[in-house]
């Protein structure tokens, strides 16, 4: 508990030392002052302690935190986006952050309470549990507290496009303060996502954790056709230059293509065969073929934003799968420790089964050598784990993950499948005692809601976890 | 090689062990990012789609690495098979990347069955049955996966065994009182029917289900069967070993008219 009070001082004290408006420079200077205005692409500020009055372009700036705990990245914007920048310092007390922010290097938003930053890890309570959870400062990029005050973990470089990209979601949580500044961003026109905020999604059930960690926005359409549109001309340029390159006669195509029964080639050659290989000039691909065009039936794909009233995004979907099965890992490793209070594990079950689509999903387990697999309800499944004989468990995925498209099913939900594998370690007296990789084929339910919102209906959606089919490798 | 080309390689795989548990080596990571984990990842793969989970992975490992369709397609067939007839393969692969007509695959595609060995419980006993499934396409844009066949030994009708046993041909005369003991001659139940009675199995698997008689019990293997592509037959069986060539993989490829294609249907999937 010591250790614990000198790490949240050291926190305290080391960001009492941001507690200023703070510019982060592309040439890697920091500088704390008092944002007075921004116009023109200029940033007028003063300096702490001096206060002396300087301009700075903004082109030179990478971002700017604000005292409340809300920031601007210039490096992410468009030059017009620059040019549209305004804002106004007033004078106010308090600040606009509701919960402290976790921002994750993957660009994954967590909120609720931040108990303490230990050497390598973070340790929070997630909005609306009681459980306490950590995550590894390597996997976070910055912390915005509650006092408005933010720290850094990692390069300021590194941070400006996480921070950009996720910037709609954390809008959320950083709530206007009145009179203190007025800073119209609306008129931005981002590189990225930045502004794109219109409605957030959001989870159907209250009491689901994941509800805490809304996702991004997608991208704007137009920017999306124009890119298809560029992707498609180039894509018929290059085919055009394939044929004329590629026109050979039909022997020496056959040739080309001759396949030896022994050696079947795979998709690349082995790791030596690359490193032996120099460097050619043409190192692109140029695809000549490409998928044709999907038949009647609804798929939801990378390229295909919006369906049904729905705005689907395939990247969020695939965001929000993959957080989902994130916090079943945790739910999975508080309910099978030891040291987990009988309460809190069956609170933790009951969390965990609000991840799923409802309570006769299925989750299949085999054990390392053999076989035999096991079927068992959600509900029961977590309850066996919580009599499992280690003293700890840590479930984790790996960090290659496969997520199928999204098929309507006829009840209009949509459906997907993750394939990931799942690292299981049980502790016994501190020391693996067992362990083993399995593959996941995680079912994946999309269902869409509507919600009034300022007296007009919208239409949501979220994602739920079902079925769980293990693979097993011989 | 290009230095930049030397420390990529080397910070990729320094950066793998430092991140990976000690349990999932790079190898393991490797062989995840190329199996073919899905029928979905198989229909990409075929068709040479962009931005795919191991396009990605091998921009990101190997950006020198060139992948064309030849080359995917290559890849899909399951490599650990030596007896592959490769004049068909190469035909075969030449057929689906014409330049003029390239053959690819859709989920929605009429012609591809999964054929499910699954186990059940009938009347109390261990039995084996096969079903054949499709994607039917359903309106609004849905689809759903349906049972078209099934093939099952248990629920077949014994064969002819004693032709003479038989209604007379004056049975109406006595209102059918025979009926009684031909029912009753479970051995003989076929003579009792026309001639060409077809044993409809699907309808016994049904009606088996329904009354509680036959209990799923779990799904033994599965294999895709895919007869869309003009004049061939490739199956799609998973293979689940530690291997770069592993999932979801070509496991026979067959060239056939469209009689044989028809006689297939019938004899393998027990579609008319």
Not at chain 1, 193 to 216: G, S, Y
Not at chain 2, 47 to 58: C, H, K
Request: glycine content about 4%; proline content about 3%; aromatic content about 10%.
């Amino acid at each position: 508990m010591k250790r614990q009070i000198f790490c949240l001082s050291a926190i305290l004290v080391c960001a009492s030392a941001l507690a200023q408006d703070v510019l982060y420079l592309k040439d890697g200077n920091k500088i704390s002052c008092d944002v007075a205005k921004i116009a023109g692409k200029k940033l007028e500020y003063k300096m702490t302690g001096s206060g002396e009055q300087t301009t700075a372009d903004l082109s030179q700036l990478l971002m700017t935190f604000f005292k409340n705990g809300d920031y601007l990245v210039f490096s992410e914007m468009s030059d017009d986006g620059l040019n549209n920048v305004t804002y106004k310092a007033k004078e106010a007390s308090g600040t606009g952050v509701t919960q402290d922010i976790i921002i994750s290097k993957d660009e994954k938003v967590f909120v609720g309470k931040v108990n303490a930053v230990e050497t390598g890890q973070i340790k929070y309570t997630p909005k609306g549990s009681i459980l306490a959870m950590s995550k590894s400062t390597a996997d976070v990029a910055v912390i915005i507290f509650t006092s408005g005050k933010h720290q850094l973990f990692t390069s300021p470089a590194e941070a400006a496009p996480v921070l950009s990209a996720v910037k709609s979601r954390v809008n959320s949580y950083i709530a206007p303060i009145e009179g203190k500044s007025e800073t119209e961003v609306s008129e931005v026109t981002p590189k990225k996502e930045q502004t794109t905020a219109k409605k957030e999604n959001e989870p159907v059930k209250e009491k689901d954790v994941a509800k805490e960690k809304k996702e991004i926005k997608p991208e704007k359409k137009e920017e999306v056709v124009k890119e298809s549109v560029k992707e498609e001309k180039t894509k018929k340029e290059k085919e055009a230059e394939e044929k004329a390159k590629t026109e050979k006669p039909k022997e020496e195509l056959a040739e080309e293509v001759q396949v030896k029964k022994e050696t079947i080639e795979e998709v690349i050659p082995a790791k030596e065969e690359i490193k032996k290989e120099e460097p050619k000039a043409e190192t692109k691909e140029t695809v000549i073929q490409t998928e044709p065009e999907e038949k009647k039936p609804t798929v939801i794909k990378e390229e295909e934003k919006e369906f049904a009233g729905l705005d689907i995004d395939f990247e969020m979907f695939k965001r929000k799968s993959l957080q989902k099965v994130e916090d079943l890992g945790a739910y999975i490793s508080i309910i099978a420790d030891k040291n987990t209070e009988w309460q809190e594990s069956n609170k933790a079950i009951d969390l965990a089964c609000t991840l799923f689509v409802n309570e006769e999903a299925n989750v299949e387990v085999s054990s390392k050598g053999s076989p035999e697999k096991t079927k068992y309800k959600i509900r029961p499944y977590l309850n066996r784990i919580k009599l499992l004989k280690y003293d700890r468990v840590e479930v984790s995925w790996t960090n290659i993950s496969y997520v199928s498209d999204l098929r309507k099913g006829v009840d209009g939900n949509y459906y997907g499948v993750i394939t990931l594998q799942q690292v299981f370690t049980g502790f016994i007296e501190g020391k693996v005692a067992y362990t083993d990789v399995t593959k996941k084929n995680i079912e994946v339910v999309l269902k869409g809601y509507e919600k009034l919102v300022e007296g007009k209906t919208i239409g949501l959606w979220d994602v739920f976890l079902s079925d769980i089919g293990v693979v097993v490798t011989s | 090689m290009k230095l930049e080309t030397v420390l990529i390689t080397i910070i990729f795989f320094i950066s793998t062990r430092v991140f990976s548990q000690n349990i999932f080596s790079d190898h393991h990571e490797e062989n995840f990012a190329f199996e073919v984990k899905q029928i979905d990842e198989f229909i990409e793969r075929f068709n040479n789609r962009e931005n795919t989970l191991l396009r990605e992975y091998i921009k990101t490992n190997y950006p020198e690495a060139k992948i064309d369709r030849t080359s995917l397609i290559k890849g899909l067939f399951n490599q650990a098979d030596t007896t592959w007839d490769a004049v068909q393969l190469n035909q075969f692969i030449e057929k689906v990347t014409n330049f003029s007509s390239p053959a690819f695959l859709s989920f929605y595609d009429k012609d591809w069955y999964a054929e499910v060995d699954c186990q059940f419980i009938y009347h109390g006993e261990d039995e084996e049955a096969t079903l054949i499934l499709l994607v039917q396409p359903e309106k609004d844009g849905a689809s759903k996966w349906v049972i078209t066949s099934a093939k099952a030994d248990f629920l077949r009708l014994p064969g002819y065994q004693d032709s003479t046993k038989s209604l007379n041909p004056i049975s109406h005369a006595t209102d059918f009182m025979g009926l009684d003991k031909a029912l009753s001659d479970q051995e003989n139940l076929l003579n009792y029917f026309r001639r060409d009675f077809k044993n409809d199995l699907l309808t016994a698997f049904i009606y088996e289900v329904k009354n509680g008689s036959l209990k799923f019990k779990q799904v033994n293997n599965i294999i895709y069967h895919f007869l869309q592509i003009d004049g061939w037959i490739l199956t799609i069986e998973q293979f689940a070993r530690n291997s770069r060539n592993s999932g979801w993989l070509i496991s026979s490829l067959v060239k056939v008219s469209e009689e044989e294609k028809r006689m297939y249907k019938k004899s393998v999937l027990n579609i008319e």
